[in-house]
């Protein structure tokens, strides 16, 4: 097979790798994007989209199957729903195909040429790539390195039979009776508590002291108090140690060191992801690691002169809008912009119910890099928007410094604050006072009021509480 | 709303006035009652002035680097109930702060609206310390201050929005070296445009630059007093400056013994209270050192009280604390009364009284101390010594080089009242004290 050149080979096609062959493509940037599946990488194919999918479709269920209670405060009842959950995972396969269909065009606008299969580095500038038609080789000035993460293994639970990474839990067709989640994290979190609203009898075995252990339990706890109501056991400082025998139940040591019995259909193991390092031929590279990931500088680069790394190969924070904002500028790197990762703040959002955002500082952080700090906290159970979506748990909580009153972060848990995650991050870039944030009309009736308010309260008078 | 006057109050017994060194509170700040407002400094001591009322701050009376008289009005604040509230409205809608509020409330006023205080006036007063009053049009850039210097803090990020920072990239411009004029110093496109026109030789420095800047310090508070002090000192006495080496390898002997033997409630001695009390014995021998000269009456008055002043280096600058009736205290005594007293000195804690009235000054700079020094006079004391460096030097003994530890003593007197000769017998004293440290403790 004829060997290819190009300026630019971007090696993965997730968020990180996809964006930066479209940039660099609309940048007139010669480029070759190399894909073993289907593009869009974890996040639009196993991740975030297909997991929002389903957590939709149990949200939705979950409402009716209370109405139906006749529970409901609204005055809506009706007849018992059913579920035909094959039919809901063809839908989120409809939409995951749609995207993943889009970008393919996408790529193709940008003139990038997209090559299907298995890529290995033969050295720094050469990519062997296992197509179906056979080898095919591709030379390269510049290579990005976007190979994503896999989800960690456990040792005494390995992948296989009723153990079963998020990936598949995604694909199920047959709602499994009874769900134990080992790793309290937000993936997990997110997966049992949509099938617990399918119906699933859920449990969830945390190692750490509390659920979400990353986030502080003034944040979490929300969603602590949702799990409960929701039915879902929460086993924390608990560790599992394998399956049982017959294959039926998972063996938990629970914190206080006796052996418990979870009664299983299916172990869904979510202790984390981890930089997928493995199987392409980064031992000939011999880039500086970071631990499991590689190690990059603030464009992007790793050890190795002509290579970038971008997104979950890169470490923490594994996050799709991380990696595209890094494959976009290591696309404009390319092309000969100057450009340096001088971003403020990367917002994470936890989809659990009620959902989590936080972007910045959070009071703890901003203490411990020696701040001193302002903080105000606005409830939902002040907001009207929030009662009338009878979503009155949770608040916006503000940090900013006491000397100038730039905000250093802002957290949110409650119903629907995903989409508020766009403000903070705004807020944040932008260099915003609290006095930006109080001097701005928010429309009313919306939750987005609370961040107002927050600020106020900061500032020592907010209006509503 | 009415209005409260805060005076300047008697800040010590004597005094009649004192110089305001720094303001805690500016025009539109809220204060509760005991926030302190402002520090003013005494001859000696500074001192803080509470506010007695809770209030918003309507009037400075003073700038920093002022002498205020006592009971002179120095703030004014806006307080709850009582007086009408019309002076304090003129003076909020004349000043820089809320200009843009004022008109806002006044046509709420002429419809008949009830107006509240406006309470934008907080939020707009801003936290940090601006300048000077920003002017709306942008500012031309030779009209920018050329000693800007460093913008902020070092290690601070510099706040910019994300279009000015990569403008900044693609221009090559260094945010880091960039004032910004922005609320809480945000760089905004303006400050962009005039950093870049303003030149390459600020745009990104390499190598070695020329510094054109110059920065103005306003010598206020402690150092202006120091400063006086120093030209009056130096003006008015003609020093004579007495250098002598010591060994005082005994002295650091005995010390040691002694530091090491002392029991938990006396203090580690240092080599000061060994001086002090050798002092003692040498005025003893010659009080016309341990005196005060007005040299406008003509006179010299000896002290029967040995009152040594220490000079100490604190963060605003060097003071000279007294340990009062030397001659009255043992050696433990003095070590402990210098111990407390530096470090009242350092946490600025020490009273007037403890940082007046002086006979005759020590000054150590410690392991700082150098070969020697030319004290100046704590004026208007007589004799001043100094203490240099302590370091093992090889001294000759008559047959071989011998490690003994020197430490030089580096003295002046005012030749108007000390001869030479007696200056010399003064040092030479505490040497021979010093030197057999024994004979310090002998009495009689």
Request: aromatic letters at 4%.
């Given at each position: 097979?004829?060997?290819?050149?190009?300026?630019?080979?971007?090696?993965?096609?997730?968020?990180?790798?996809?964006?930066?062959?479209?940039?660099?493509?609309?940048?007139?940037?010669?480029?070759?994007?190399?894909?073993?599946?289907?593009?869009?990488?974890?996040?639009?194919?196993?991740?975030?989209?297909?997991?929002?999918?389903?957590?939709?479709?149990?949200?939705?269920?979950?409402?009716?199957?209370?109405?139906?209670?006749?529970?409901?405060?609204?005055?809506?009842?009706?007849?018992?729903?059913?579920?035909?959950l094959a039919k809901t995972v063809a839908w989120k396969d409809g939409i995951v195909g749609r995207l993943t269909g889009g970008v393919s065009g996408l790529l193709k606008k940008a003139k990038v040429k997209t090559v299907h299969g298995w890529a290995r580095f033969r050295d720094g500038k050469t990519v062997e790539v296992e197509t179906e038609t056979g080898i095919q080789v591709i030379r390269a000035e510049t290579v990005v390195i976007a190979t994503g993460s896999v989800s960690v293994e456990l040792p005494s639970l390995p992948f296989g039979g009723p153990v079963i990474s998020s990936t598949k839990a995604l694909a199920l067709t047959k709602l499994p009776e009874k769900l134990v989640v080992v790793g309290g994290g937000y993936i997990g979190l997110e997966l049992g508590t949509a099938f617990a609203k399918l119906g699933s009898k859920v449990s969830v075995v945390e190692a750490e002291a509390r659920i979400l252990p990353q986030y502080d339990a003034e944040l979490t706890r929300p969603v602590a108090k949702r799990l409960s109501e929701l039915g879902i056991e929460v086993l924390t400082g608990a560790k599992a140690k394998g399956l049982s025998t017959k294959g039926d139940a998972l063996l938990v040591e629970a914190a206080d060191g006796a052996e418990k019995r979870l009664a299983a259909d299916k172990v869904l193991v979510t202790v984390g992801r981890k930089a997928a390092t493995e199987g392409w031929g980064l031992e000939e590279l011999v880039l500086?690691?970071?631990?499991?990931?590689?190690?990059i500088d603030d464009q992007c680069r790793t050890s190795m002169r002509g290579a970038y790394a971008i997104g979950d190969v890169t470490g923490e924070p594994m996050l799709a809008h991380r990696a595209m904002a890094q494959g976009e500028m290591v696309a404009e790197i390319v092309a000969g912009h100057k450009r340096n990762w001088d971003k403020r703040c990367i917002p994470a959002i936890c989809f659990t119910d009620p959902e989590v955002v936080t972007a910045g500082l959070s009071p703890d952080e901003a203490r411990k890099a020696g701040r001193e700090i302002k903080v105000g906290q606005f409830p939902f159970s002040a907001n009207g928007r929030a009662m009338t979506k009878l979503g009155e748990e949770g608040f916006v909580r503000v940090v900013a410094r006491a000397d100038n009153h730039v905000v250093l972060g802002i957290q949110a848990v409650g119903h629907g604050v995903s989409e508020l995650s766009t403000a903070f991050g705004l807020a944040i870039e932008?260099?915003?006072?609290?006095?930006?944030?109080?001097?701005?009309?928010?429309?009313?009736?919306?939750?987005?009021?609370?961040?107002?308010?927050?600020?106020?309260?900061?500032?020592?008078?907010?209006l509503h509480i | 709303m009415g209005e409260h006057t805060i005076k300047l109050p008697d800040v010590g017994e004597g005094v009649a006035e004192a110089e305001l060194v720094e303001w805690h509170v500016k025009v539109g700040d809220l204060v509760r009652e005991d926030s302190i407002l402002a520090a003013v400094m005494t001859d000696k001591a500074t001192v803080e002035i509470?506010?007695?009322?809770?209030?918003?701050?309507?009037?400075?009376?003073?700038?920093?680097?002022?002498?205020?008289?006592?009971?002179?009005?120095?703030?004014?604040?806006?307080?709850?109930?009582?007086?009408?509230?019309?002076?304090?409205?003129?003076?909020?809608?004349?000043?820089?702060?809320?200009?843009?509020?004022?008109?806002?409330?006044?046509?709420?006023?002429?419809?008949?609206?009830?107006?509240?205080?406006?309470?934008?006036?907080?939020?707009?007063?801003a936290p940090v310390k601006t300048a000077a009053a920003k002017p709306a049009a942008p500012v031309r850039p030779a009209a920018r201050p050329a000693t800007a210097g460093a913008p902020r803090a070092e290690g601070e990020k510099p706040l910019a929005t994300p279009a000015v920072r990569l403008r900044a990239k693609e221009a090559g411009v260094d945010l880091r070296q960039v004032p910004g004029s922005g609320p809480a110093g945000r760089i905004t496109h303006e400050d962009l445009d005039a950093f870049i026109a303003r030149g390459p030789q600020t745009a990104r420095p390499t190598g070695l630059q020329r510094n054109d800047t110059v920065?103005?310090?306003?010598?206020?508070?402690?150092?202006?007093?120091?400063?006086?002090?120093?030209?009056?000192?130096?003006?008015?006495?003609?020093?004579?400056?007495?250098?002598?080496?010591?060994?005082?390898?005994?002295?650091?002997?005995?010390?040691?013994?002694?530091?090491?033997?002392?029991?938990?409630?006396?203090?580690?001695?240092?080599?000061?209270?060994?001086?002090?009390?050798?002092m003692v014995k040498a005025i003893a021998e010659q009080p016309g050192l341990n005196a005060i000269f007005d040299d406008?009456?003509?006179?010299?008055?000896?002290?029967?009280?040995?009152?040594?002043?220490?000079?100490?280096?604190?963060?605003?600058?060097?003071?000279?604390?007294?340990?009062?009736?030397?001659?009255?205290?043992?050696?433990?005594?003095?070590?402990?009364?210098?111990?407390?007293?530096?470090?009242?000195?350092?946490?600025?804690?020490?009273?007037?009284?403890?940082?007046?009235?002086?006979?005759?000054?020590?000054?150590?700079?410690?392991?700082?101390?150098?070969?020697?020094?030319?004290?100046?006079?704590?004026?208007?004391?007589?004799?001043?010594?100094?203490?240099?460096?302590?370091?093992?030097?090889?001294?000759?003994?008559?047959?071989?080089?011998?490690?003994?530890?020197?430490?030089?003593?580096?003295?002046?007197?005012?030749?108007?009242?000390?001869?030479?000769?007696?200056?010399?017998?003064?040092?030479?004293?505490?040497?021979?004290?010093?030197?057999?440290?024994?004979?310090?403790?002998?009495?009689?």
């Open positions: 097979m004829k060997e290819i050149s190009c300026k630019l080979l971007v090696v993965g096609a997730g968020p990180g790798g996809y964006v930066c062959a479209i940039r660099a493509g609309q940048l007139g940037v010669d480029t070759v994007i190399v894909e073993a599946k289907k593009p869009g990488g974890t996040c639009l194919t196993v991740g975030c989209i297909p997991s929002k999918a389903l957590i939709h479709a149990a949200e939705e269920f979950e409402k009716v199957a209370h109405m139906a209670n006749s529970k409901s405060l609204l005055g809506i009842s009706l007849s018992t729903p059913k579920l035909d500086d690691r970071n631990g499991r990931s590689i190690r932008m260099g915003a006072r609290l006095e930006d944030i109080a001097g701005t009309i928010h429309a009313h009736p919306t939750q987005g009021e609370g961040f107002q308010e927050a600020a106020l309260k900061a500032l020592g008078h907010a | 509470p506010s007695p009322v809770d209030g918003e701050i309507t009037w400075l009376g003073a700038e920093i680097g002022d002498t205020v008289a006592v009971g002179s009005p120095l703030i004014r604040l806006k307080v709850e109930g009582g007086a009408e509230a019309s002076e304090a409205k003129a003076q909020t809608s004349a000043m820089d702060d809320g200009q843009e509020e004022a008109p806002l409330a006044d046509n709420l006023a002429e419809e008949g609206e009830t107006v509240p205080p406006p309470p934008a006036k907080p939020a707009t007063a920065e103005d310090i306003k010598i206020v508070g402690l150092r202006r007093k120091i400063a006086e002090k120093m030209a009056l000192a130096k003006s008015r006495i003609p020093h004579i400056t007495y250098v002598e080496e010591i060994d005082v390898t005994a002295l650091e002997d005995l010390r040691a013994a002694l530091n090491k033997g002392k029991r938990a409630d006396q203090p580690k001695l240092t080599v000061l209270p060994f001086l002090m009390r050798a406008e009456a003509g006179i010299v008055h000896r002290h029967g009280g040995v009152h040594i002043g220490i000079a100490a280096q604190t963060a605003s600058g060097l003071v000279v604390a007294v340990v009062k009736h030397a001659e009255a205290r043992d050696l433990w005594d003095c070590g402990a009364e210098v111990n407390r007293l530096a470090e009242a000195a350092k946490a600025g804690t020490a009273t007037r009284e403890e940082l007046s009235g002086s006979t005759i000054t020590i000054t150590s700079l410690g392991a700082m101390g150098g070969v020697a020094t030319t004290p100046v006079i704590n004026h208007p004391e007589v004799a001043i010594v100094g203490v240099n460096k302590m370091m093992v030097r090889p001294i000759w003994d008559g047959t071989q080089f011998i490690p003994r530890k020197m430490m030089n003593l580096s003295s002046s007197f005012d030749h108007r009242v000390v001869d030479g000769w007696d200056a010399a017998v003064f040092v030479q004293r505490i040497k021979t004290l010093l030197e057999t440290p024994a004979l310090i403790f002998i009495e009689g």
